[in-house]
């Protein structure tokens, strides 16, 4: 009888550790898979940080932040990136029209690129809300509510290359691409003027 016990509890301890064994697994396997997911992030904040002011209109408001990319899709051949505010005021949003900001819309940045360093652009400008090319800093106006707004800095991999005879806006280079886009990766910064 004491030999059919010891057997049932060791029968149940092999369960109990199989059963940690396979619980284990998917963790580790949960891990490795975030370390490879496809991303943008900054050496100059934090997702969800605030965004440096010389950045900013409060800084020289043309020199876009360092971003790195890591983990691109297999087969992307090109990135877009593109920066934008949906905490405009509502007085703004009805006087132009708009839902966001564009504060920075570039594509044809080549699949190869790992870095894109302050004040530099690696790929073709598109116009940005002031209809301009080229980054155009955070600037939300104080008198405003919400004082603190969120900058989206998406960044999508794309299967081929984007062309245009003109600087495209926003609307004009999600167009052209939605049947290209590979996977998308998005990093937020916030600023507040107040």
């Known amino acids: 009888m004491k030999q059919v016990i010891a057997i049932i509890g060791l029968g149940i301890l092999a369960a109990a550790f199989s059963m940690f064994i396979t619980n284990s697994e998917p963790e580790i396997n949960t891990s490795m898979e975030e370390e490879k997911k496809f991303s943008v992030s900054s050496s100059a904040f934090l997702d969800r940080g605030f ?6 209109c409060d800084g020289t408001r043309t020199m876009n932040p360092p971003l790195m990319i890591s983990n691109p899709p297999e087969g992307t051949r090109s990135f877009v990136l593109i920066m934008d505010d949906p905490d405009i005021p509502q007085e703004v949003k009805e006087s132009r029209g708009i839902e966001v900001f564009d504060h920075w819309v570039m594509y044809g940045i080549p699949a190869d690129t790992t870095i894109i360093n302050e004040g ?41 290359s984007l062309q245009f005879a003109q600087a495209p806006t926003k609307a004009e280079v999600e167009a052209a691409m939605h049947t290209m886009i590979l996977g998308e990766a998005t990093l937020i910064g916030r600023y507040d003027r107040k």
């Not at 965004?51 to 900013?56: D, E, G, M, R, W």
């Not at 116009?127 to 955070?138: I, Q, S, V």
């Open 120 to 160: 530099e652009s690696v790929g073709v400008s598109g116009l940005n809300g002031a209809g301009n090319e080229g980054y155009t800093g955070p600037c939300p106006p104080p008198e405003y509510e919400p004082t603190e707004h969120r900058y989206f800095f998406t960044l999508y991999a794309l299967s081929g």
């Open 51 to 56: 965004i440096p002011s010389q950045y900013t």
